[in-house]
């Protein structure tokens, strides 16, 4: 800045010395402020212009794998049990659940019959009740499709020929009582030598006698279900043979039966058959004791069973020999008439597959069938499409490779604490 010497000699003329060394230093330090100024601003523009492209910098998150078994990628700095669909459990959860790992490996699966059949009664536990005696009906306390117990009573029948019988029961009682009361006179007797040794014999083969009628009278009324003690000589009641259920009922109140009439049908369905039909050229391939699977064909149902008998005889128009397995039926899901489809493990023919898992490591979630593989921090459910199966191994077309882990014992545990966490997270 510059001050012309002429305006000094005018402001010299009217002002001291001293005043002007102010007004000097005045405009030096107005000066020195607005350089300042000017720095500072190119200073806080260069950092703001640095902070905007460091904060953009931050906000792209960076990604690596989580780990090499799940395949999956997590954000830098993140927790690997917090992977979508990850089951999380602890080792020792793991340890008490009692579920190990094996490497899914190369196989020789036994070949499979596939086979068609129908659930039938058990003949063996199926019961056609009939009255063996002739008599009307005068009550029917069972329904049809009631459960049952052994020495239930099913019906009351008015029976002539009951009467009859426990009428000649009750005769033979009473000459029992007379012939027990002449025989011990007769031995008091001859004890006492008043009567000869030959009236005591003859009075104890008529006490003989009587006790072979008793006798005879109640097995008849045991043979055909009635009790020899009732309220009225007619009356019959008719009972279950065994627990079971009412699976036919073939009488009313008031009706005429007769005492070969089929009258109910019990049927214990806590066990049934799976009934087959083996084509001849597959018959060397059955046998009794062999494990089979049976499938629903009307709904998601399996089980396991064995092969219980195989028929010595080839139908003449079907050529193929029947054959059934056993299954049991707690909870009476296998109801007879149901169509099923029953695979059997060959003898003989074995078929290598390349990768098989644990038959009981596959599992159904949804829509979908999965294995559970190890991640850090718990499992994963692996979708994967099976093939075939003997029932112990099963073969894995795509999803899962050779040599990875999986869970083979404890799948359903897995399973299970899959769908409480589906469950938890809806709510």
């Known amino acids: 800045m510059s001050i012309k010497p002429n305006l000094i000699e005018r402001l010299h003329d009217r002002v001291g010395k001293k005043q002007l060394i102010a007004i000097a230093v005045v405009l030096l330090m107005g000066g020195i402020s607005a350089f300042a100024v000017v720095k500072m601003g190119s200073k806080t523009s260069s950092k ?7 904060a953009a910098t931050h906000a792209t998150p960076t990604f690596k794998p989580a780990t090499e078994t799940t395949g999956h990628e997590r954000q830098e700095g993140g927790d690997p049990t917090q992977l979508e669909g990850v089951i999380q459990m602890s080792v020792a959860s793991v340890k008490a659940a009692g579920i190990t790992v094996e490497p899914a490996r190369a196989a020789a699966l036994r070949v499979m ?9 058990n003949e063996d536990r199926t019961a056609h009740v ?7 009906v005068e009550a029917v306390p069972a329904s049809l499709g009631q459960q049952v117990y052994k020495g239930q009573v099913l019906a009351v029948l008015s029976s002539p020929s009951i009467s009859q ?4 029961l009750q005769l033979a009682q009473q000459r029992l009582v007379l012939a027990q009361t002449t025989y011990e006179r007769e031995k008091q007797l001859w004890q006492e030598r008043i009567s000869p040794q030959q ?5 104890e083969q008529a006490l003989r006698e009587a006790e072979i009628s008793v006798n005879n009278g109640r097995q008849k009324l045991l043979a055909i279900g009635a009790s020899a003690e009732a309220t009225a000589l007619n009356r019959f009641e008719l009972r279950a043979p065994f627990d079971g259920v009412i699976v036919e009922k ?3 109140l008031g009706e005429q039966v007769r ?22 050229r597959e018959m060397a391939q059955v046998r009794i004791g062999q494990m089979a699977t049976v499938r629903s064909t009307a709904f998601e149902q399996s089980a396991r069973g064995t092969v219980a008998f195989v028929g010595p005889l080839i139908g003449a128009q079907t050529r193929s020999a029947d054959a059934r ?5 707690p909870n009476a899901a296998w109801r007879p008439g149901l169509f099923v489809d029953v695979e059997l493990a060959s003898v003989d023919a074995l078929a290598e597959a390349a990768v098989t898992v644990g038959a009981d490591a596959v599992q159904t979630m949804g829509n979908k069938t999965v294995v559970f593989t190890p991640v850090d921090g718990g499992f994963l459910p692996q979708p994967v499409k099976v093939g075939r199966s003997d029932g112990q191994r099963t073969e894995i077309v795509s999803g899962l490779k050779a040599g990875t882990l999986y869970a083979a014992t404890g799948s359903f545990v897995l399973k299970s604490e899959a769908g409480k966490a589906s469950a938890s997270h809806g709510h």
Not at 130 to 136: A, D, E, I, K, Q
Not at 165 to 168: E, F
């Open 48 to 54: 703001g212009q640095h902070g905007h492209d460091e």
């Open 113 to 121: 019959l596939q086979l068609s059949g129908e659930i039938k009664f």
């Open 130 to 136: 009939v009255p063996r005696v002739t008599g009307v």
């Open 165 to 168: 019988q426990r009428a000649d």
């Open 199 to 203: 009236d005591v014999q003859q009075a």
């Open 250 to 252: 073939h009488m009313a």
């Open 259 to 280: 005492d070969d009439t089929n009258v109910f049908t019990i049927s214990d369905l806590r066990s049934v058959w799976a009934q087959i039909s083996v084509p001849a």
């Open 325 to 329: 397995i056993t299954l049991n039926n």
